[in-house]
């Protein structure tokens, strides 16, 4: 059984920064990837980013761009997304997945990933 847990939520003004962690745990915990995706009420959850567990290969939605980056630490079985100038489109709930097999790596679709944290709310004000 996989578990991973998001942290590192919180309220900051528009333009500022939050670093998000997910720690993963579980005997079967081998991942091929790891990615973020976030969801505002009333709104389909999306693709933020997402990393590769081997190479560390980097993958972002546009709307990210230039702002987020993604990082992981394969000791300690963690991901982190820093989040800089943040924006107020920006608020909603981050969810940290784990993509543990798959077959071809789609990492933008919710339908890749097989594991999921409970959230962190993140919340920009204007």
């Known amino acids: 059984q996989v578990q991973l847990v998001e942290s590192g939520g919180g309220l900051v003004q528009a333009g500022g920064s939050l670093r998000l962690s997910c720690a993963a745990s579980?005997?079967?915990?081998?991942?091929?990837?790891m990615g973020w995706f976030h969801q505002a009420p009333g709104k389909e959850r999306e693709f933020v980013a997402a990393?590769?567990?081997?190479?560390?290969?980097?993958y972002y939605a546009d709307s990210v761009k230039g702002r987020f980056t993604i990082s992981r630490d394969n000791a300690k079985n963690t991901v982190d997304l820093q989040m800089n100038s943040l924006k107020p489109e920006d608020t909603a709930v981050y969810y940290c997945?784990?993509?543990?097999?798959?077959?071809?790596?789609?990492?933008?679709?919710?339908?890749?990933?097989?594991?999921w944290g409970q959230g962190t709310q993140v919340t920009v004000s204007s």
């Open positions: 579980g005997r079967t915990f081998s991942p091929y990837a």
């Open positions: 997945a784990a993509d543990q097999r798959p077959s071809s790596f789609t990492y933008y679709a919710l339908w890749e990933y097989d594991y």
């Open positions: 990393i590769s567990w081997g190479p560390g290969n980097t």
